[in-house]
């Protein structure tokens, strides 16, 4: 039994640790991270597959970690989606290391490679691989230079990146529904 529970562990904690290759940015500061973030661009993965005008949302919890909230619309369903989850810090907080969970104690990578660090306006995460890759920004829109850049550099399978529609999304809301955002 307790090798079971070792090797449980041990699965487990591979899940939130270091991609090779991949620094977490340092001289992190999370009070100015926190707030709602635009997806520009991620590799394509199930649990958001089909999703549009994604945002993540991160405020303080009561003990001390992050609070997430991760929202998309899903066109196909014509509804919105969204997932609550918790973040804590791997080793420091001044480390853009987190680890983050959206449903019981198996928590995940969340790692914070670039940064504009002058503004927080954009940020280059990805999870426990490379596989795992989101640019997200503080407005829907991102400089075409800076976008293209960041993809070029890091997203290493270009063809399975998706590009955010969050300005399509805004079109459809607005001629079905008569809703303006």
Aim: net charge positive; hydrophobic share 40%; charged share 25%.
């Amino acid at each position: 039994m307790k090798k079971w529970v070792s090797l449980f562990v041990l699965l487990l904690s591979g899940c939130a640790g270091l991609p090779p290759g991949v620094a977490p940015v340092e001289g992190f500061q999370l009070e100015r991270y926190l707030g709602k973030w635009y997806e520009i661009a991620r590799l394509d993965h199930s649990f958001e597959r089909g999703l549009s005008s994604v945002s993540a949302e991160y405020s303080l919890r009561p003990d001390g970690g992050v609070r997430v909230v991760n929202r998309g619309y899903a066109a196909g369903e014509g509804k919105w989606k969204e997932a609550e989850g918790r973040a804590y810090f791997v080793n420091r907080p001044d480390q853009g290391f987190l680890k983050v969970s959206f449903f019981g104690p198996f928590y995940g990578s969340y790692v914070i490679m670039e940064l504009d660090r002058t503004n927080y306006g954009w940020a280059l995460v990805c999870g426990p691989d490379r596989s795992y890759l989101w640019l997200l920004a503080r407005s829907t829109n991102l400089e075409a230079e800076t976008t293209k850049r960041l993809i070029d550099k890091n997203f290493l399978f270009v063809g399975r990146s998706i590009l955010s529609r969050h300005l399509y999304v805004k079109k459809i809301l607005a001629t079905r529904c008569g809703v303006r955002r």
